[in-house]
C-alpha cells in the first residue's frame, strides 16, 4: 500500500511538471501519448488505493455539478485600476508621479488581459482556494473550476500563505475551437471565461481550456517582494503563468513599447495596458484612493465592442444566390465610425445566437471588416423572431435550404445576383474589364437585357450607347476590354465564375493543379479534397457548380474563353513580364497573352517599371510612349515571332 502511495506520490509529480512544461512554458518534452499512459497508470492506483493526492491532475477533470457558489474573503483587498484613454494622459499621471517623487520613477509594462480576476490562495505548498474578484473583499468560491485550468499548478514550491492574482482568459484559439461545433456560439473570449468560471456544472468550465495569466502577489507571508519584478521572478519561479514584461523610467519608451504592440498577432484579448511603479517602497508612499493604487494606471485601447439594439433584418442576394442577412441597428459609436449596420452570417448564425428584433446585442468591428453580431446581450421585452424568408427578396423565387444558409437558385432571372455576378466578373481580380460599376451593371440588366457575364461579349456599340455615361470612346474601350479580356488566365477565370466559396487563392490552387477548366470540371469531390486547403465544403461547391453550368461554360468556350495554366516557372519566357499594345497583324491579342502564358511569361495590362518587354503592333498609343520612357525593350510583331520560334 505505502509503495502504491509513493509512486503516486512520483506519479503525480512527474505528470504535473509535463503539465507545467506543456501549459506553462509551451515548451512539452513528452509525447501526448507518453503523457497519457502516465496519466491512466496513475488512474488504475487511485481506484486501488481508494486515494486521490491533493495535487493529482486527475482533479481537473470536474465532478458532480455543485449546488451554489460560496463566499470567499480575500486575505487583502484586491483593488481596481485607475485608467486612461490617451498617451497625453498617461504623461500626465507620469509626470504627476514624477513631480510628487521628485524623480521619474522605474514602471513596469504589461498588458492589460480581458478576462476575469481570479484570486488564488495557497497554503504549505497547496492549492486552498480560487475565488472571482467579487467586490474586491468577498468574491465567489470558484475553488473547483480552477482546478481544471491546466496551467494553474495545483501544488507550488514556496510553502507560505500568498494570495496571487491573475485574469481568467479563454485563448482566441481554443473559443474558435470551442464555437466551430458549439450549439450555442460564445460571444467574446471575456464572456466566455466569466460563463466557464461562473459555471456550477465543473465538467463544462473543463471544456472551455482555459488559462490564467497572473500578474500580482496580493499577499505573501515569511516573506516581502520589494518590487513588481521580483512578484513576477516570484510568480515564475512557482510555476504560474505570466505575461509581457519591460521596464523603464522614461515614459515615451513607454508609449513607444504599447504603439508596437500587435493586437491581432496575440492568441488572447486584451483591452489596454497596465503600467505600474517598480519600487514596493515608492509605491507605499504614493498609496490609495478608494478604489485605485495611486501607483499604477491602465492604458486602454478604443473600444472594438460594444452593445446596441437590433431593429431590423434586410436579406441580400449575393452573387451566388446566398442570402446573407444584414442587421439595421439602433446607431452606436464604434471605433470612431457610427454603426448602423451589421453582418448575421446567415439564417443559422440567427438561429444560433438566438437574436431577435428588440434585442440588445455585442456588436464588434475589427480591422475594418464590417461589424458582426456576436450575441445577446440582453432581451428586450418585446423582442420578437426573426422571419425566415421563403421566397427570394429580389426576385420571389422560392428559397432552397442547404444547411445554414439560404439560397436564389434563380440564377439568369434575380437581378440582384446577375448584377452582383457581372460586377464581379469584371472585377480586376477576374476578367479586368474596366467601368462597370453596380450602376452601370443594373443597366446591362434593366436596359439592354444582360442575364449573365457571357452575354457581354456579344454587346454591340447601338446597344452600350443606351447606357447612361457610354459615349464613343467609352463605348468602344469598353468593347476592346471586353474583347482582350478573353486572354484572361485560369484563375482569373475561375474566379470570374463566381463558384460558391471558391476565392482568389482557391482560384489559383485549382488553376496549378488541373490546368484547364476542363480538366476542372471532371474533378470528383475526392480528387478536389485531395487539393491542400480545399476542404469538403469547397469541393462540393464546385462539383454542384459544374454540374449545373454546362452550359454556360460551353458558352464561353465558344467565345474562345479557355485559358491554359502555364507553369511560371517553365519556358523560354520564364518570369518575364510582357506588354501588348496596338494592333497585331498575325495574332489576335487574346492569342498572343495565351502564347506568352504558355511560355512561362505573364501578361501585364500596364507598362511599369517591372515590365520587361513591350511588344507594339500597329498605332500603338500610350503605352508604347511610356515604354520609350522607361527605356524597355520594344519589340515589333515579327520579333515576337521570332523569340517564340527561337
Ligand atoms: S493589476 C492593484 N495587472 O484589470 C492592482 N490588473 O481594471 C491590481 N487586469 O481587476 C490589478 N491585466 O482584472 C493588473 N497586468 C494586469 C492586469 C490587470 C488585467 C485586470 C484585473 C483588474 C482590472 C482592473
Same mark, same amino acid.
Not at 181 to 208: C, F, H, Q, S, Y
Given at each position: ?106 514602471? +513596469?509594462?504589461?498588458?492589460? *488581459? %480581458? ?6 490562495? &495557497?497554503? @504549505? #505548498? !497547496? ?77 463544462? +468550465?473543463?471544456?472551455?481550456? *482555459? %488559462? ?6 496580493? &499577499?505573501? @507571508? #515569511? !516573506? ?347 519556358g523560354k519566357f520564364s518570369?518575364l513580364?510582357f ?16 502564347l506568352i502564358?504558355q511560355n512561362g511569361g ?10 520587361d518587354i513591350?511588344v ?17 525593350k520594344?519589340i515589333d510583331e515579327n520579333q515576337f515571332k521570332d523569340m517564340l520560334n527561337s
Amino acid at each position: 500500500m505505502n509503495e502504491d502511495i509513493m509512486l503516486m506520490k512520483e506519479l503525480v509529480a512527474r505528470l504535473n511538471d509535463l503539465a507545467y512544461r506543456y501549459y506553462v512554458l509551451d515548451d512539452p518534452i513528452v509525447s501526448d501519448k507518453e503523457y497519457d499512459v502516465l496519466y491512466d497508470k496513475l488512474c488504475a492506483l487511485e481506484a486501488k488505493t481508494g486515494t486521490v493526492l491533493n495535487d493529482s491532475p486527475t482533479k481537473r477533470v470536474g465532478g458532480e455539478p455543485l449546488k451554489s457558489f460560496e463566499p470567499h474573503t480575500h486575505i487583502n483587498r484586491l483593488y481596481s485600476l485607475d485608467k486612461c484613454n490617451s498617451f497625453d494622459e498617461l504623461r500626465a499621471w507620469f509626470e504627476k508621479l514624477s513631480a510628487a517623487l521628485g524623480k521619474q520613477p522605474e514602471c +513596469t509594462l504589461e498588458y492589460k *488581459l %480581458d478576462g476575469l480576476t481570479i484570486c488564488l490562495t &495557497y497554503r @504549505d #505548498g !497547496q492549492l486552498v482556494s480560487g475565488a472571482t474578484r467579487g467586490n474586491g473583499e468577498v468574491g465567489e468560491n470558484v475553488t473547483e473550476q480552477i482546478k481544471t485550468v491546466k496551467s494553474v499548478p495545483l501544488s507550488i514550491p514556496f510553502k507560505g500563505t500568498v494570495e496571487v492574482q491573475g485574469e481568467g482568459i479563454m485563448r482566441i484559439s481554443a473559443l474558435n475551437a470551442y464555437n466551430a461545433t458549439a450549439a450555442v456560439p460564445l460571444k467574446n473570449p471575456r464572456n466566455a471565461v466569466a460563463g466557464a468560471i461562473r459555471n456550477l456544472d465543473v465538467r463544462e +468550465t473543463a471544456k472551455r481550456n *482555459l %488559462d490564467v495569466v497572473f500578474y500580482n502577489v496580493n &499577499y505573501i @507571508d #515569511g !516573506q516581502s517582494l520589494g518590487s513588481q519584478t521580483e512578484q513576477i521572478e516570484f510568480l515564475k519561479n512557482n510555476r504560474f503563468k505570466t505575461g509581457m514584461f519591460y521596464k523603464t523610467n522614461n515614459i515615451e519608451q513607454i508609449i513607444d513599447q504599447i504603439q508596437s504592440v500587435d493586437k491581432s498577432a496575440l492568441d488572447f484579448a486584451i483591452d489596454g495596458m497596465v503600467i505600474k511603479v517598480d519600487d514596493a517602497k515608492v509605491r507605499g508612499t504614493l498609496g490609495y484612493t478608494d478604489k485605485f493604487p495611486k501607483w499604477a494606471i491602465a492604458y486602454k485601447f478604443e473600444a472594438e465592442e460594444t452593445t446596441t439594439v437590433l431593429r431590423d433584418v434586410q436579406w441580400q442576394v449575393g452573387r451566388t444566390g446566398k442570402l446573407t442577412p444584414l442587421a439595421i441597428l439602433d446607431p452606436v459609436e464604434l471605433c470612431g465610425a457610427t454603426v448602423k449596420r451589421a453582418t448575421l452570417n446567415n439564417y443559422g448564425d440567427i438561429l444560433r445566437k438566438d437574436v431577435k428584433i428588440g434585442s440588445r446585442v455585442f456588436i464588434r468591428r475589427s480591422n475594418d471588416v464590417i461589424p458582426e453580431i456576436l450575441g445577446v446581450a440582453e432581451r428586450g421585452q418585446n423582442d420578437v423572431d426573426i422571419p425566415k424568408p421563403t421566397v427570394c427578396p429580389c426576385c420571389g423565387h422560392e428559397l432552397t435550404e442547404e444547411g445554414a444558409h439560404l439560397f436564389c437558385l434563380n440564377f439568369y432571372g434575380c437581378r440582384a445576383q446577375v448584377v452582383a455576378r457581372i460586377v464581379q466578373f469584371c472585377s480586376k481580380d477576374c476578367m479586368d474589364i474596366d467601368g462597370v460599376s453596380i450602376k452601370t451593371a443594373e443597366q446591362l440588366y434593366d436596359i439592354l437585357g444582360v442575364r449573365s457575364p457571357a452575354e457581354l461579349y456579344d454587346l454591340t456599340g447601338e446597344q452600350l450607347a443606351r447606357i447612361d455615361g457610354f459615349k464613343d470612346k467609352k463605348i468602344s474601350n469598353f468593347i476592346k476590354a471586353v474583347q482582350d479580356s478573353k486572354a484572361a488566365d485560369l484563375p482569373h477565370f475561375i474566379s470570374a465564375l463566381c463558384i460558391e466559396n471558391v476565392g482568389k487563392v482557391t482560384a489559383r490552387a485549382l488553376a496549378e493543379h488541373f490546368g484547364s477548366i476542363d480538366a476542372l470540371s471532371k474533378a470528383s469531390e475526392d480528387e478536389l479534397t485531395a487539393i491542400q486547403d480545399v476542404g469538403g465544403i469547397v469541393a462540393q461547391s464546385i462539383v454542384e457548380y459544374f454540374s449545373a453550368h454546362g452550359e454556360l461554360l460551353a458558352k464561353y468556350k465558344a467565345l474562345g474563353i479557355d485559358p491554359v495554366y502555364a507553369q511560371k516557372s517553365e519556358g523560354k519566357f520564364s518570369g518575364l513580364k510582357f506588354v501588348l499594345t496596338g494592333a497585331l497583324q498575325q495574332y489576335t491579342r487574346g492569342d498572343a497573352a495565351k502564347l506568352i502564358e504558355q511560355n512561362g511569361g505573364i501578361v501585364q495590362s500596364s507598362v511599369s517599371k517591372l515590365t520587361d518587354i513591350v511588344v507594339a503592333g500597329e498605332n500603338a498609343g500610350s503605352k508604347l510612349e511610356r515604354a520609350r520612357a522607361l527605356g524597355k525593350k520594344i519589340i515589333d510583331e515579327n520579333q515576337f515571332k521570332d523569340m517564340l520560334n527561337s
